[in-house]
């Protein structure tokens, strides 16, 4: 798979999201979960995302797990800043500094490494200045426990803050042909005016655009997608229109309406000037896993831009993407 450079960060062109496979999906099977991490780096998706707070902490052992033995060809990534208990309990957003040096040794202990390739600070924590928890991973930068740092779900200014401390090396948000709005709310354009890269994760808009979910009844009873607004009533029959519109012109290039979708976002990479961009599609079953590493193939004409651009414009989207939004955009 070609690379693409996230600031002086080198990565596969597409990545692997791995939260899924410990929560918030479903049931999931750690066996085949260790599969999929596996044959994604015997394919070139060696650049794997996680978190403390996926299981919680389970995830973060499942990735330790399944690259043993193969650490050297793999850009890790994880993220701190979402504080949950043993129990699972959600205990709030932290950016206290003293966290920030706790939560990297424990994530480092989980992961069974000795460096991670990027970390993230994966909300903003309105209480403490953005300069603080920065300061704190600079530290660790300087340390040799962090190679690489990045930030999720940030406003631009919150951006430009936290790379006047330390230079953000990838700013990690949500985008897809459902969720366009950093188009619009000035991050990519911070992204390439800094020269930060930009990692979008759901790339596949949590799996709507894949064109399998037609119904709320097609997800697990467990699964928090029930509970998106984009998921519901209205939202739901207005979201499948999209969809639909999107799997017109898949059919019509011989691709899955997934395959089309993440080569929307990889072609957005450099577009009209903007920053290097890099998806990360989650998934926990390597059928799905090989479905979208092949996403990388699809050649998408000027053409095919201009007609998905037509087909899910900006804000064409029904619902919120959470549905509590005060998290993000900090």
Not at 76 to 96: C, Q, Y
Not at 151 to 178: D, G
Request: charged residues 25%; contains cysteine; glycine residues 10%.
């Amino acid at each position: 798979m070609e690379t693409r450079r996230l600031g002086r960060l080198t990565v596969p062109a597409q990545g692997l999201g791995c939260m899924g496979m410990s929560e918030f999906y479903g049931t999931g099977d750690e066996a085949e979960a260790e599969r999929t991490i596996q044959r994604a780096l015997d394919l070139g998706v060696t650049f794997l995302d996680t978190a403390d707070m996926y299981g919680p902490f389970i995830n973060e052992r499942l990735v330790g797990r399944a690259i043993a033995g193969r650490r050297d060809e793999v850009v890790l990534a994880t993220k701190f800043g979402n504080e949950r208990g043993e129990d699972g309990s959600f205990l709030g957003i932290n950016g206290r500094p003293d966290y920030v040096r706790r939560a990297c040794d424990a994530s480092l202990q989980r992961l069974g490494v000795d460096v991670l390739d990027l970390y993230y600070q994966h909300r903003v924590d309105t209480a403490v200045p953005v300069e603080d928890t920065w300061g704190a991973l600079r530290e660790l930068v300087e340390a040799g426990k962090v190679r690489h740092a990045g930030i999720s779900e940030a406003a631009p200014e919150t951006i430009r803050r936290a790379h006047a401390v330390h230079p953000v090396t990838a700013v990690q948000t949500e985008y897809s042909l459902w969720s366009r709005d950093p188009e619009d709310d000035g991050v990519l354009a911070t992204c390439a005016e800094l020269g930060i890269g930009f990692v979008a994760y759901s790339p596949l808009g949590r799996g709507f655009l894949s064109g399998q979910i037609r119904s709320v009844d097609d997800l697990a009873p467990g699964d928090y997608r029930r509970a998106n607004p984009r998921f519901q009533g209205e939202n739901f029959a207005r979201n499948l229109e999209l969809v639909d519109r999107v799997r017109e012109i898949a059919d019509e290039k011989g691709v899955t309406a997934g395959q089309l979708a993440l080569a929307w976002v990889m072609a957005q990479s450099g577009r009209d000037g903007g920053p290097v961009i890099v998806p990360i599609p989650g998934t926990k079953r390597v059928a799905y896993l090989e479905e979208n590493s092949a996403a990388a193939d699809v050649r998408l004409t000027d053409d095919d831009l201009g007609r998905l651009d037509q087909a899910a414009p900006v804000g064409a989207t029904a619902g919120d993407r959470y549905p509590d939004m005060s998290s993000v955009h900090r």
